[in-house]
């Protein structure tokens, strides 16, 4: 896979390799969508309250991947979809079409109780 060196996002929503070695690949995305999940999910990502924003940046490689506050409010299958996207190691991340085949996005019980 390709490498990219550029980057602009907001630090919220940046990976751990990103801001650590400055390279990423896709799967850098894939963890940028699992924290938008947690967003709609919480209306807010995690971190949110680190202020300035780039304090988040020394958090993210140092903190364990996050998670929903309230896991309970969300199905397994959502949790264990948001924790795919999640995973600190960019290679071991849900593929994304591991994550379109996941039973979250088919499951009828996937929506919050």
Do not use: N
């Amino acid at each position: 896979l390709e490498r990219r060196s550029t980057a602009i996002c907001s630090p919220y929503w940046m990976a751990p390799e990103l801001i650590q070695e400055g390279q990423y690949q896709c799967s850098a995305d894939l963890w940028s969508l699992g924290i938008t999940a947690i967003e709609l999910a919480q209306q807010y990502p995690p971190l949110w309250e680190v202020k300035p924003a780039v304090r988040a940046l020394f958090r993210i490689p140092a903190d364990p991947p996050p998670t929903l506050q309230r896991p309970e409010k969300w199905s397994t299958d959502c949790a264990a979809w948001i924790e795919g996207c999640l995973r600190k190691e960019p290679d071991s991340r849900l593929r994304p079409s591991e994550l379109m085949a996941h039973p979250f996005l088919g499951a009828r019980g996937s929506l919050p109780r």
